[in-house]
């Protein structure tokens, strides 16, 4: 397990904007509902918009705040559930059973949902906004994973201590088919991350490099896995990077 239910995402770098942020329910083209949280600025004046996919246990407190944190900071931002076909619209709090759910997801259904958060943030920005990913845990995988599909139109991936070793649907791990991603991307990872060895990471960075992909691969030597929660003081300074590595890759990807 990623985050549990007292974790909370670190404020980001520079003054807090107004935001607001409200829970929903989005509809995939299969008929599938799934709970998403959509924050976005006061002003609706912003320049990027990102989806948020959340750790092995699906949309809970730590990715609504972190939301609300992005609309902070000027990005629209819409956090989505992964089990609305297996568990429905129950909450995602530390008493719910994930793993069964996990086991029966499918790249080809999740991306389906994705396409439902797209489909929620141009209707709300009919004019259209680059469109970024970040995941954290199972979430980085999938993020880079979806990195892989050319028809998502994405600006630009990131994967917070994305895992090397899962195989959704048996068409290989993120390290196996690193040459197929398109998109930039960027990769956050703790050196000190007893599930993700550094050996992975660096083999990771390697694949990136012999397809051109443009990225960014950073290791934080001491950090575990999680380490971006405001409540690992020791890592402040960690976080604190890590949101403006975020940040800055966003802006750095805004097309003209």
Request: with cysteine.
């Amino acid at each position: 397990m990623c985050y549990d239910d007292n974790a909370r995402p670190p404020l980001p770098p520079g003054e807090a904007g107004p935001a607001h942020g409200h829970d929903g329910v989005l509809t995939a083209a299969d008929g599938n509902q799934f709970a998403a949280y959509l924050a976005h600025p006061a002003d609706h004046a912003s320049n990027a918009q990102i989806i948020i996919y959340p750790d092995v246990r699906g949309l809970h407190q730590f990715y609504k705040e972190l939301a609300l944190r992005f609309a902070e900071a000027g990005v629209t931002a819409i956090a989505i559930d992964y089990f609305g076909r297996t568990a429905g619209l129950t909450p995602r709090d530390d008493s719910f059973e994930f793993m069964p759910h996990v086991q029966q997801m499918k790249i080809e259904s999740f991306t389906q949902d994705v396409r439902a958060a797209q489909d929620e943030l141009r209707k709300r920005n009919p004019s259209g906004q680059a469109t970024f990913t970040v995941g954290f845990c199972m979430g980085g995988t999938l993020s880079f994973t979806t990195g892989m599909d050319t028809s998502l139109g994405f600006a630009g991936v990131i994967g917070f201590y994305a895992g090397m070793s899962r195989n959704f649907g048996g068409a290989g791990t993120i390290l196996d088919r690193a040459a197929e991603i398109s998109y930039p991307s960027l990769g956050l990872f703790g050196g000190a991350d007893q599930g993700i060895p550094v050996s992975n990471v660096q083999e990771f960075d390697e694949k990136l490099n012999a397809t051109g992909i443009e990225h960014t691969i950073i290791i934080y030597e001491n950090a575990p896995h999680s380490f971006f929660d405001r409540k690992y003081a020791e890592f402040a300074s960690e976080s604190a990077d890590a949101w403006q590595q975020v940040l800055s890759f966003i802006n750095a990807h805004i097309p003209a």
